[in-house]
């Protein structure tokens, strides 16, 4: 039940009067229907709804340290700005499972318009996003989904599926096919590690000759999954791969490797940014890993937050999303809108690439 929609009707409705008449709608113009936004019955979205001016739309990371995070939010941050909102980046230190919990109930205090999340843990802010919702604000999950009951719009980087099983297919590829692999996670709650490493065990079927002997998680934190690095190889003296589907675990990971006497025997591939790869994609370290471009993917969700917000959408399946430069997505199936398929970087093609 998305209670939170409904009211939007009414602000919708009004907002069309404020255009006839004064060419234009403003979120003061429709502040006192927002006020009673989670309170209706289920409505259903008014595509051509103009977007609000003024809506306050904040990003709230799984910790604010991590470049990838905070290059996703700037992409947010820069579609908020697109449609005359105010947009902002407020979020923990640690990825740890309930540590967005107190940074959600003060933005409900605060009066934020939407909530764009990368949850850190599925069920740990479900009640608190709920919360959220109840009072009326719209509610995004981006990069790393909450519980689908506390949010409206799962904003994804691509098909889950496919990044996990390509995750083993690169593997494969660079250990020819043989060996133990052992994959660096994140956080052992985080939803996005944890549902690509599902279809990672999935697509091991299809490559008998690869035995994945562990799973270490190096909280998205650079030292230790610089240790986990460490300790994987020396607790697995013959590993042939490591599979890191994390910007932070492979970049620490590589940074290890690259000073070791493994450098260039045991692979290491999974999802990096290209700046922080390229140095160990050039000195052999690396060969090849994969990712989206997370400006594009924050990008992509802050629209979705001011679609929301205003009533463009409701984050039923079939709804259509103006995205800015990114044109106009379809929302899937369980509110989820698709940035769209990874690019896989190796030596040939990552100078093309600045993030
Ligand atoms: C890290 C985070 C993020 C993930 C990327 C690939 O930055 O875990 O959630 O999407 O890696």
């Keep these: 039940m998305k209670l939170h929609t409904a009211p939007k009707l009414a602000g919708v409705a009004l907002a069309l009067v404020l255009v006839a008449a004064c060419g234009g709608t ?3 113009s429709t502040a006192g229907q927002d006020a009673g936004r989670g309170t209706g019955p289920v409505g259903t979205a008014d595509p051509n709804a103009p977007v609000e001016e003024g809506l306050k739309i904040a990003f709230l990371p799984k910790e604010v340290d991590n470049p990838y995070e905070i290059v996703m939010d700037r992409g ?3 579609a908020v700005t697109e449609v005359k909102g ?5 979020g923990p230190s640690d990825a740890s499972a309930s540590s967005q919990v107190s940074y959600i109930n003060t933005l409900v205090q605060q009066r934020q318009d939407a909530i764009v999340i990368a949850a850190n843990d599925p069920n740990a802010v479900a009640p608190a996003l709920k919360d959220a919702m109840a009072k009326g604000i719209a509610l995004v999950t981006v990069d790393s989904d909450a519980a689908p009951d506390a949010r409206q719009v799962f904003v994804n980087q691509a098909d889950s599926e496919e990044i996990g099983r390509s ?3 690169l593997i494969s590829r660079q250990v020819g ?3 133990k692999i052992a994959i660096l996670s994140a956080t052992p709650n985080a939803t996005n590690q944890n549902t690509w490493i599902g279809f990672m065990e999935d697509e091991l079927a299809q490559h008998p000759g690869l035995e994945l002997v562990k799973v270490a998680y190096g909280d998205d934190d650079d030292q230790k999954s610089f240790q986990e690095t460490q300790a994987l190889l020396q607790s697995i003296p013959d590993l042939k791969g490591i599979v890191s589907p994390t910007t932070v675990g492979i970049s ?3 940074r290890y490797l690259s000073s070791s006497p493994h450098k260039g025997k045991v692979a290491l591939t999974g999802l990096g940014t290209p700046n922080q790869m390229r140095q160990f994609v050039k000195d052999g370290t690396v060969t090849e890993f994969a990712l989206w471009d997370p400006r594009e993917l924050g990008y992509l969700a802050g629209y979705a937050a001011a679609a929301l917000a205003s ?3 409701t984050g039923a399946e079939g709804e259509k999303l103006k995205a800015g430069r990114l044109g106009e997505r379809t929302i899937g199936e369980n509110g989820e809108i698709v940035l769209g398929p990874p690019t896989t970087f ?3 093609n990552i100078d093309r690439y600045d993030f």
């Design 86 to 90: 105010e947009g902002k980046e407020v």
């Design 26 to 28: 403003t979120k003061d």
């Design 177 to 179: 096919g043989r060996g």
């Design 167 to 169: 995750q083993i297919r």
């Design 76 to 78: 947010g941050i820069e």
């Design 252 to 254: 620490a990971a590589a």
């Design 311 to 313: 009533g463009q959408i």
């Design 346 to 348: 190796d030596a040939g």
